[in-house]
């Protein structure tokens, strides 16, 4: 079936068969790097490593992954999303397959800065759904994309905890192997070359600048919480971060081609979103890392459940995102995406601040539901932030723009543990496990911790709510307005 959309012709059913790949990536990426955090420990005693060591498992995935963004996202665009996407799908199978044959722990570090390749496939496939996908579809298909990202998550945590306890933590990584090969086949198979090509030369400075930007500032954060944030190691790596940052801003500027084509990614609404996403995500990540402690800690800190419980019991928070996300995206083209982002943002931030005065005195079943209602504002907010985005850059910048969104979604994703761990570290009480031997003591938050972490996500979002009343907005009254290399088109949605 063919519709016609803003003068360009798009086929249906193979929108609908492109949609069931793009969907169920997010559940595959979720379900690989949700079941490690529970294998962590394991790890570490089997490489007989620290837990500081143990910790690069993920910043190197993390720090490989932020660079990679960027750089396929602009290869996209000259290349084709596509070829690009499968190029990084394929880098993220080949890390999946070998990290559960790593024979040393340097092994495992190379292994998953391979896969770390492979986070690329995000801002590739948003892309690809803006560019063919019908105006009138993307929403609903953002907000597919965005929910499954929640079901994963619920999915991988307590099947990670099963697998490790029972099998080992190298078939966490076996158990995903075939679920990859088959979506790097599906992929390969179902999708469409983009339609729109932009091509140029590769800015290798940029990306050299941009690592030596990105690197030490990532590093710097995820030490600082052990080393101290006035340590000479944190600051030296600050201040390497913020001197590469200012050079790739200048270089940026003056080149041909740049990496990061500043004049579109600083525009109002990409600014906006880009600012929001981070931020987000930094409210995100103190809150998940506060509910993780609150759920698994013995009574009377938490409700002392295991990983595999308390991956469970975030059950309901997935299906609400599940049911929200199609409807919001459905709705979004006549309400418009900024009363939702507001609305989400607000929601959110309520929740939050509900949460800081009585966390520690809900029952459990209404601290599901409680988060269950945070997280239902969240997506509501980051579906729309996301729509606002595509549909305010150029298709044949769309690569670069997604890419470079990630980028600061990842910097948001660093910054929120760092900070919660801080702050844990700042109220804790000495906790005596029992049966542990008598000078074994562990550090518990208390309330005051749970106050800071929670109230501090509650003014994010509130921040977020009146940052986003400065988006022009991109739809309403049943038509999406979107930008061309021409100037901006309107699509009239049926």
């Known amino acids: 079936m063919q519709v016609v959309e803003k003068g360009e012709t798009y086929d249906l059913s193979y929108a609908k ?14 379900y690989t790097e949700a079941m490690l955090t529970p294998a962590l420990p394991t ?11 143990v910790s690069w498992v993920l910043t190197i995935y993390l720090l490989v992954g932020t660079v990679s963004v960027a750089l396929f996202g602009k290869l996209g665009d000259m290349y084709g999303k596509k070829r690009m ?9 080949a890390g999946v397959i070998l990290n559960g044959f790593a024979p040393s722990f340097q092994w495992l570090l190379v292994t998953r800065a391979i896969q770390g390749f492979g986070m690329a496939i995000f801002p590739l496939a948003f892309s690809l759904v803006r560019e063919e996908f019908p105006p009138s579809m993307v929403p609903q298909v953002q907000g597919m994309i965005s929910a499954m990202f929640g079901v994963g998550m619920v999915i991988a945590l307590p099947l990670g905890a099963y697998v490790t306890q029972n099998y080992g933590w190298r078939w966490t990584y076996h158990s995903a192997a075939p679920f990859a090969v088959l979506m790097f086949f599906l992929a390969w198979m179902i999708l469409r070359e983009s339609r729109y090509i932009n091509p140029g030369k590769i800015d290798w400075v940029g990306v050299l600048l941009l690592t030596v930007a990105v690197v030490p500032l990532l590093v710097g954060v995820t030490r600082a919480p052990n080393v101290g944030w006035t340590a000479r ?32 990614i600083s525009s109002r609404n990409p600014a906006i979103v880009n600012l929001g996403i981070m931020f987000a995500a930094f409210g995100i990540s103190m809150m998940s890392q506060a509910n993780t402690y609150i759920l698994q800690l013995p009574a009377p800190y938490g409700f002392g459940k295991t990983i595999l419980q308390s991956g469970l019991l975030m ?16 709705l979004m083209p006549k309400t418009g995406a900024k009363p939702i982002a507001v609305t989400g943002a ?4 309520a929740g939050l601040a509900f949460m800081s005065k009585y966390a520690t005195t809900l029952s459990l079943g209404q601290f599901v539901g409680m988060i269950s209602l945070i997280g239902a504002g969240i997506t509501l907010m980051n579906i729309s932030l996301i729509n606002v985005l595509v549909f305010s850059v150029p298709p044949r910048m769309m690569g670069v723009a997604t890419g470079s969104n990630s980028l600061f979604r990842n910097f948001g994703s660093t910054w929120g543990p760092a900070i919660a761990g801080t702050v844990m570290s700042t109220y804790y009480v000495l906790f005596h496990p029992p049966r542990a031997p008598a000078f074994v003591q562990i550090r518990i938050p208390t309330e005051e911790a749970y106050r800071v972490l929670f109230g501090g996500a509650a003014g994010v979002y509130l921040f977020l709510a009146l940052l986003v009343l400065g988006v022009r907005e991109v739809m309403k009254g049943g038509k999406i307005h ?12 049926e």
Not at 17 to 30: D, E, G, R, T, Y
Not at 315 to 330: F, H, R, S, Y
């Open 17 to 30: 068969k492109a949609m069931f790949v793009v969907v169920l990536l997010p559940l595959l990426i979720m």
């Open 233 to 264: 190691e944190t600051l030296t790596l600050f201040g390497v971060g913020i001197i590469g940052t200012v050079l790739l801003a200048l270089w940026e500027r003056r080149v041909e081609n740049p990496l990061l084509p500043l004049k579109i």
């Open 43 to 53: 790890i570490q005693k089997e490489f007989t490593i620290n837990p500081n060591d």
């Open 85 to 93: 996407f499968l190029v990084a799908l394929g880098f993220y199978t």
């Open 315 to 330: 059950t309901p928070m997935a299906l609400t995102m599940l049911v929200i996300a199609p409807i919001a995206g459905k």
């Open 482 to 493: 979107e930008v061309e290399d021409g100037g901006e088109k309107e699509v009239v949605v």
């Open 346 to 349: 607000l929601t959110a931030s």
